[in-house]
């Protein structure tokens, strides 16, 4: 069993956290408890995502975790492509360093191990007939 974090845009992570962060604050001050508990389960929900975002390949298996609500199980063998992209489409990844996992037919899902090279390496190992963009193996 291989575990790979999330690579993590930092700048992105303060600004999402201390979005929230300081409502949470403001309304601890101003006693508005209703508000308070709300924005501090949100934050609470949010740094638990940011602490827990990774993917895992067990055999024949990729496992995409993020927080409570993603759990996702892929067989390596229905993987066809791997490629490199910036979108924003809310994903599990925690940068826009990210890879397009294609998987069946129509199915596909946006991830951002910190160690793209070895995670495509080892997805290779079980499935070596995934297209991979030699854009990705190319940048060290």
Known sequence: MNKYNSKINYPLAIFTIGSMLIPTVLFAFTAKWFMLLLFGLLTAFVVHMFMNTFYIIDGNMLQIKSGILVNIK???????????????????ALSFDRLDIRYTKYSNVLISPKNKIEFIEKLLESNPSIDVDQKIMSVH
Do not use: F, H, M, R
Not at 80 to 88: I, Q
């Open 74 to 92: 892929i067989p390596i063998d229905a993987i066809s492509k791997v490629k490199k992209t910036n979108s924003l489409l809310s994903s599990p």
